[in-house]
């Protein structure tokens, strides 16, 4: 898999098209943000995550999807399960996202 950028022009359109999506909040300002990109895109191309879809989503560009999640913090990622937000919160260890993708999936 790869991670796609995603806008509030498109965000819906991908949160209905795919039973289970992480989203991951960021800023170009944002250091950390920067910092884990390469980790996500590794999640999401582990084959334990093959059924999830990865999108990453600027949070100053696009205040309807930030809206959805509550983004209050960066970076900051989402799970969303047939259109509805799962689970979500701020974090910058990759131990927490692999966390949100398992509970994702054993509730699937």
Request: hydrophobic content about 40%; some cysteine; charged content about 25%.
């Amino acid at each position: 898999m790869s991670v796609t950028l995603s806008t509030d022009q498109d965000f819906g359109t991908h949160l209905s098209a795919n039973e289970m999506v992480i989203v991951k909040y960021f800023a170009t300002w944002c250091g950390s943000c920067k910092l884990f990109s390469p980790k996500f895109k590794r999640l999401s191309d582990d084959e334990r995550f093959t059924q999830v879809t990865f999108l990453d989503v600027n949070a100053e560009e696009n205040s309807e999807a930030r809206k959805l999640a509550g983004v209050d913090n960066l970076p900051y990622f989402a799970v969303f399960k047939n259109g509805k937000l799962v689970n979500g919160g701020s974090a910058a260890k990759e131990e927490y996202v692999v966390d949100l993708l398992n509970q994702l999936i054993s509730n699937g």
